[in-house]
Structures are given as structure tokens and as C-alpha cells.
Nanobody, 124 residues
Framework: QVQLIESGGGFVQAGGSLRLSCAAS????????MGWFRQAPGKERKFVAA????????YYADSVRGRFTISRDNAKNRVYLQMNSLKPEDTAVYYC?????????????????WGQGTQVTVSS
């Protein structure tokens, strides 16, 4: 069973950058599709970005495309989310998630392993 632990969240002013990291342990990371989701207070969990096994295929939510970049390092069992040009509406708890499948997915129900989340707060 893969376990996921996020890090890198924090407080940043609008226009700033943060890099989230998700460390995986206990499984074969290189065969797991990875995704990032976020959840603001009182709102449902929403898709942010996802990446295929090899990193050759990536998907982004329209709201973050061009500002966020997902990447992975299978040798280090890590997936990253580089967030640039942050906006106050990016404020949320960010979760990394894993999916034991070939196809990349963008809905929370398609992922079977979740981290505990890391808070990102962007001030205006």
C-alpha cells in the first residue's frame, strides 16, 4: 500500500511562488498515476493537475494552466507541483493522490490513495 506525504505549503503573497512536494513510500511509485487536488473551506475537492507514469502526459485544470507545472522523479519516488503567479483564489488545502491505472484521470473518485494535505494561503 502506497503512502503519500505532502510538504511545501505555506503563506505567500499574490504573484509569488511555492513548490509542493509529495513523497511516496510502500509501493511501486513508477506505475502509479499521480495527481494534485485542492479543497477550499466549504467547497468540494477539485482537480489541479495530473501526470502519467513516465511523466510524458500531463493534464491541468483551466484555472492553473500556464501557472502551475506538475512533474515527477521516479528515482526519488516524488511528485512536485510548481506554482507560480499565485492568486488569492489558489488558497486551499492541496492533496496529492495516486491511481493504480494506466490512464490519467481528473476526478477524485478515480484515485485510491491520498496524502494528508498541505495548506497553501495566498494573500492579496
Amino acid at each position: 500500500q502506497v503512502q503519500l506525504i505532502e510538504s511545501g505549503g505555506g503563506f505567500v503573497q499574490a504573484g509569488g511562488s511555492l513548490r509542493l512536494s509529495c513523497a511516496a513510500s510502500g509501493g511501486t511509485f513508477s506505475t502509479i498515476v499521480m495527481g494534485w487536488f485542492r479543497q477550499a473551506p466549504g467547497k468540494e475537492r477539485k482537480f489541479v493537475a495530473a501526470i502519467s507514469w513516465t511523466g510524458g502526459t500531463t493534464y491541468y485544470a483551466d484555472s492553473v494552466r500556464g501557472r502551475f507545472t506538475i512533474s515527477r522523479d521516479n528515482a526519488k519516488n516524488r511528485v512536485y507541483l510548481q506554482m507560480n503567479s499565485l492568486k488569492p483564489e489558489d488558497t486551499a488545502v492541496y492533496y496529492c493522490a495516486g491511481r493504480r491505472a494506466v490512464r490519467v484521470a481528473t476526478t477524485p473518485r478515480d484515485y485510491d490513495t491520498w496524502g494528508q494535505g498541505t495548506q497553501v494561503t495566498v494573500s492579496s
